[in-house]
């Protein structure tokens, strides 16, 4: 029962165009949701996140969208560059305590020169 | 000036070996994790613990033993592993706070042969 999903398992796309992310949760009490880059051979890398209040939080080229009553997140990189291909992981955790994050399956971006 | 870091990197041993994975945060963090990262990249975890108590206990085989000496420290102790114990072991960290992102060491690829 994933109950974090990430559907595209990869995505390709050219320096200097956007990225978009996307990932869907099935449980409504998730009320963080936090992004992940993972190059190989490493670990995870906190990216960004956003808390259930929120609709939209932006650091720099990376914003992070919430539709809570689609359950739906995304990520925008904007604009993309060679560096952020990674494998992006969506986590979120449920009742305000980050102790237990759910994982999705991740996806590999790929940024083309 | 490593943030979270475990060894060994990889480790390769037999069927019903009993082996141990280190890990150790300088971040100054109170809780730290240990998550699973199986064949099919699911990153799962395992255990939690916050100032040497466990607060999460995930379905896993009583094989694993977690210990913390101190806050610093969680320790992965893993007795007859089995095949099925293959995959990438990270240890986590994160301050027990709302809302607090967790940060990973690299990881541990643990095969057994």
Redesign the interface.
């Given at each position: 029962d994933q109950q974090v999903k990430q559907n595209s398992p990869s995505l390709s796309v050219q320096e200097g165009r956007i990225s978009i992310l996307n990932c869907d949760y099935t449980n409504s009490m998730f009320d963080?949701f936090?992004w992940?880059k993972k190059y190989p051979?490493?670990?995870?890398?906190?990216l960004i996140?956003i808390?259930s209040i929120k609709d939209k939080n932006e650091d720099g080229r990376f914003t992070v969208f919430l539709n809570k009553s689609a359950k739906h997140l995304s990520l925008h990189i904007v604009p993309s560059q060679p560096g952020d291909s990674a494998v992006y992981?969506c986590?979120a955790s449920a009742q305000?305590g980050?102790?237990?994050?759910v994982?999705g399956?991740?996806m590999k971006l790929t940024v083309n020169p | 000036d490593t943030a979270v870091s475990q060894t060994p990197k990889y480790l390769v041993t037999q069927m019903g070996n009993d082996k141990s994975i280190k890990c150790e945060q300088n971040l100054g963090h109170d809780t730290m994790y240990w998550y699973k990262q199986d064949s099919k990249k699911f990153l799962k975890i395992m255990f939690s613990y916050n100032n040497k108590e466990l607060i999460i206990n995930e379905t896993v085989p009583n094989r694993f033993s977690p210990k913390s000496p101190d806050k610093a420290h969680l320790n992965l102790h893993i007795n007859s592993l089995e095949l099925g114990d293959s995959a990438v072991y990270f240890c986590a960290s994160s301050q027990r706070h709302f809302n607090q992102p967790q940060h990973f060491g690299d990881g541990t690829r643990l095969s057994i042969l």
């Open positions: 963080y936090l992940y051979a490493e670990g995870p890398t906190f996140s808390s992981f986590a305000g980050s102790e237990k994050l994982f399956k991740g | -």
